[in-house]
């Protein structure tokens, strides 16, 4: 079955401290993966997506994310994290396919100032 | 401005009374599909149209209906609410037509319901 598991469910670091948030999936046909981001009080939005080419993609706000086929695994990473990344992090596979999107269950990340 | 408008932000009521939340975006985007986000459960999906009168099961339908007469809306219905289904709603439409480069959801603002 497709699957998507973000292991860390609560982060909490320091202002300047690196970031970098665990994802793997389960999936059989070509990937597609994202990473979105809910700020507390908004809606979520695109933070970086992968379909193809350079395992390295780099999204908004200095965020980059490293697709390794052998692992299954997205990693969504930032060497320095701001107060304003305060967020909820969410992991996604989508199928060309069927249109389906599954999404992991968050990584709520909290930046002390 | 380009955006997926939900009504309502907040809703309370109480078990069994029908009640409809409506969404519309103004992208002309072909595909939409409705989420309930739950603590330690993340994001699931509803339902989700291609198209217009197009409408298929996501992972966890049971207790809503939806309905897409036009592009543009894709109100989500439940018939007779329980408390189960208090959750917060998203309703999302994406410009991939199904081609993955171009794909990207895009998400209203969220529907806090609450069933007594």
């Known amino acids: 079955a497709q699957s998507v598991s973000q292991h860390n469910h609560h982060v909490i670091l320091s202002e300047a401290a690196s970031l970098e948030l665990g994802c793997n999936y389960s999936?059989?046909?070509?990937?597609?993966l994202f990473w979105y981001v809910q700020y507390p009080g908004q809606h979520l939005q695109l933070l970086l997506k992968y379909f193809s080419g350079d395992p390295l993609v780099k999204g908004i706000k200095g965020f980059e994310a490293e697709f390794i086929k052998s692992k299954f695994s997205f990693n969504l990473r930032k060497p320095s994290v701001q107060w304003s990344d305060t967020a909820e992090y969410f992991c996604a596979v989508f199928s060309s396919g069927t249109y389906k999107y599954i999404f992991g269950t968050g990584t709520r990340l909290k930046v002390l100032a | 401005e380009a955006q997926v408008t939900q009504n309502p932000r907040y809703l309370i009521t109480v078990t069994g009374k029908k009640l409809t939340v409506t969404c519309s975006q103004n992208?002309?985007?072909?595909?939409m599909s409705w989420y309930r986000q739950d603590p330690g459960l993340g994001l699931r999906q509803i339902y989700y149209?291609?198209?217009?009168?197009?409408?298929d099961k996501g992972d966890v339908p049971e207790g809503y209906k939806v309905s897409r007469k036009e592009k543009r809306n894709f109100p989500l219905i439940l018939e007779s609410p329980s408390p189960n289904q208090t959750s917060l709603y998203f309703c999302?439409?994406?410009?991939?037509?199904?081609?993955?480069?171009?794909?990207?959801?895009?998400f209203g603002s969220g529907t806090q319901l609450s069933v007594l």
């Open positions: 999936y059989g046909g070509t990937v597609n």
């Open positions: 999302a439409s994406s410009s991939g037509q199904g081609r993955a480069t171009n794909e990207k959801l895009f």
């Open positions: 992208m002309n985007h072909e595909y």
């Open positions: 149209s291609m198209n217009v009168e197009v409408t």
